[in-house]
């Protein structure tokens, strides 16, 4: 006679429950949580990609996650008065922001999520880092002024890569950005900063500098001038324009080395006055140098105020074609 003891038999309850634990247990394991975008198109998991491609897509995103840092780390310093250093690491992060996107044009990773990562970084090193550095400058002796004038910057800043996201065309001339870039835009902040010796705001006329430094950026970013954006310059893809790039890259390094402040200065400063001037020299290169150097005629778009349903674009025209 054995000594095992008898089984106890199962009800039908334990029974049924037993079967749908070992039928829930092969479903826990192959079940993958996956997100849908909002257009309906398939997000595929960086999991499932070769560590190869992997680390090609996210190439650009570590850079930008660079830009990120350097912008962040800015506002700290900048809060504890040492502006030049925050003015430094600014300068890193428009380097990186650089970086990002001719990475992501050469390794072809350039996506959806790319483009709101990157505007994301570019809110926080040149939205909100430059309005804290005009807040600390300005600070000392105009408190109040000093509050819109940051509040001014960063308000424009988002307003500034808010449209641009929206706007995104891609019949577009790439060559143009609408509005100053933000990054151009805070270059004038850092260039300024690094040019004065003493960088505070004091009682009587140079509080014009601070308000002149974060106002007029601030207007370009928001406005419809175009500038160029020298995406040519920063990814050549012919002979004469690498030999363009590298001159240009020997030229300034070699201004950084001599008289950095200077240097900064003027092409901040110069960038800001391409677009005026190519208004003014507009006749003189098409005449010279034909149509192609020259911005192509723009085309009215919808307002990015304005919803995208059918039914409110007939209204949109509607309204467009009233008398004002």
Known sequence: MSDVPAATPETGDEAEQRRRRLLRRPRLRRRRFRIASHSGAEVVSLRQLPTRERLRVTAPSMFTAANMACGFSAVPLAFNDHIHWAAILMTLAIVMDICDGAVARLVGATSPFGVQLDSLA??????????????????????????????????????????????????????????????????????????????????????????IISVVPAVLMVSTVRYRSFRDLVTPRTQQARITTGLVAVAFFTGLALAPATTMLVVAY?????????????????????????????????????PISGEDDEEVDEVDDQPL
């Open 122 to 211: 570019d809110l926080i090193s040149f939205g909100l880092a430059p309005a804290v550095l005009v807040y600390t400058w300005v600070l000392p002796e105009w408190p109040v002024v000093a509050w819109f004038a940051a509040y001014f910057w960063l308000a424009c800043a988002a307003f500034r890569l808010a449209r641009f996201n929206f706007t995104i065309d891609p019949h577009a001339d790439k060559r143009y950005f609408i509005g100053m870039p933000s990054p151009g835009a805070a270059a004038v902040v850092i260039a300024t900063v690094f040019a004065l010796e003493q960088p505070e705001a004091d009682v009587g006329p140079k509080i014009l500098l601070p308000a």
């Open 270 to 306: 110069t960038y800001v006055l391409t677009a005026p001037l190519g208004v003014l020299t507009r006749g003189l290169r098409r005449r010279v140098f034909g149509a192609e150097s020259v911005a192509p005629p723009r085309q009215r778009q919808q307002s990015v105020f304005l």
